[in-house]
């Protein structure tokens, strides 16, 4: 594609240099740019992609989109040779000429896909894992995007992002397209959202699972935050979804609903909602529940178990129902499904201990309580405890520190506060935070509160604590990192896995229960 045809996709304010140039490609990491591609510089939220326009051209660039006056004019003189454009910072021109570039170079595949979008701050991942088997089971291949993983057409990739910059998205898309792809699932984070990485995206089918304080170190107030995924149903660049699936449980219901105004609105909820789940039986691996829809009702039965799972999958039931799946394929679909990584995952090896040691996500208030809750409910027919391992991360938003620890102290008898992803902080300082929340809590339930609330500052130490202090009955929550395999200091980042440290410490309680018995 030539460097006219190209940019006649683009808002831009002016242009200059020759029209003719070969484009074959669309980069915004310097970096990455190879002979015949186009850098588009922009000022981000970390840095300034203008800075690193020479570097860009030194490597091959054909041409350059900048959201710099000064820059464009200094190029203009400079590299007459260059074709370059001018777009309107003001306007997010870098972000949106980035997203509008990547589609006309690679051929826009983002129309080639039915697309079902999943925003909320928790259940996102799980509810888009859901949604993308029950597709697959009735034969649909389908492009996955998300926090944990991406998947195309069956091969799994890690995800450096929830949601990644709109040329990197739109490469999944057009390798899912090539693999045959119809459909693409995604998660949509506020971020995402809020910078316009998702300019374009021609969403079918949007989702909304809930709303609870995350991000604040962004966002600000929770009114922006909110602000933010109700652009999903609105259309970022592009027309409203043809669906909205919205959470009738949650108390942004209402602002979500009146947001996809210009939508088919779909809701769903426990014992509420056009889409509803009623007589919830769950078991510790399982779950059962009745789920009536304006078509009739259909029994359920998921490898999945929670309040939480029953929300997240009557919104993937929804979507599914959405995209043309019939309740015999949707209830079918659930009896196969599986957890995402790292949500409510059970540790091998835990319950030969006559305990069970879960490592979760959880990383909210809202996401620690359903959690803490869940675990309540499964060991208060066993006569069991639940101990809570937990952190707080850094240079993220402080304001849920205390309120983490309240609800960790008011549903936990053992509370062990370590550290999760400190960054730039010091730890120490992070859990006193924490604890502030703990305190509170103890004062008001004077003895219903933890027996024991635990410091420890070193996070292999305290799942080797949390594992060490468990009995027969007892369940063991790991909270706050799931899935991750890292964990981030000021300086560094360091190999790190819950599941792995936590079947360490169960191989060796095993090794030391052999070596007594010998003795």
Known sequence: MQWNEAIAAVSVVKTAGPGGSQVCGVQYDSRRVSAGDVFVAMRGGVTDGNRYVDAAIDSGAVGVVTDSPEVFEELRTRRPELALALVDRAANGGRRALAEL?????????????????????????????????????????????????????????????????????????????????????????????????????????????????????????????????RLFEGVGAAPPRVAVINADDPAAGPMLDAAAGCQRVTYGIGRGDWSAEDLVFDAGRMRFRMRTPEGAVAMDAPLTGRVNVSNLLAASCAAHARGLTLEEIA??????????????????????????????????????????????????????????????????????????????????????????????????????????????????????????????????????AIGLARPGDIVLLAGKGHEKTQSFAHEVVPFDDVAEAEGVLRGLRAGARDAEME
């Open 102 to 230: 990547s589609s006309a170079v690679s051929g826009a595949p983002e129309k080639r896909l039915k697309i079902s979008a999943v925003t909320g701050t928790n259940g996102k991942t799980t509810t888009a894992f859901l949604l993308e088997q029950m597709l697959s089971r009735v034969g649909r291949s389908c492009v996955l995007v998300g926090t944990i993983e991406t998947h195309l057409a069956g091969r799994v990739l890690e995800s450096e992002h929830t949601t990644p910059e709109s040329r990197d998205l739109l490469a999944v898309f057009a390798e899912g397209v090539e693999e045959g792809c119809s459909e693409a699932v995604m998660e949509m984070s506020s971020h995402a959202l809020d910078q316009e990485r998702v300019w374009g995206i021609p969403v079918d089918v949007a989702i909304f699972t809930n709303l609870t304080q995350d991000h604040l170190d962004y966002h600000g107030t929770m009114e922006a935050y909110q602000r933010a995924k109700q």
């Open 332 to 465: 079918g679909a659930a009896q196969q499904l599986r957890p995402a990584p790292g949500r409510f995952e059970v540790v091998n090896g835990s319950e030969a201990a006559g305990f069970a040691v879960v490592v979760d996500y959880a990383h909210t208030e809202d996401a620690l309580a359903n959690l803490i809750a869940l675990a309540r409910d499964l060991v208060r027919e066993r006569g069991g405890r639940v101990i809570t391992m937990f952190g707080c991360g850094g240079d993220r938003d402080r304001g849920k520190r205390p309120r983490m620890g309240r609800v960790a102290a008011q549903g936990s008898e053992v509370a062990v506060v370590t550290s999760d992803n400190p960054r730039s902080e010091d730890p120490r300082r992070i859990i006193e935070e924490v604890l502030a929340g703990v305190r509170e809590a103890k004062t008001e339930l004077v003895a219903g509160g933890p027996a024991e609330c635990l410091v420890e500052v070193d996070r292999r130490a305290a799942i080797a604590r």
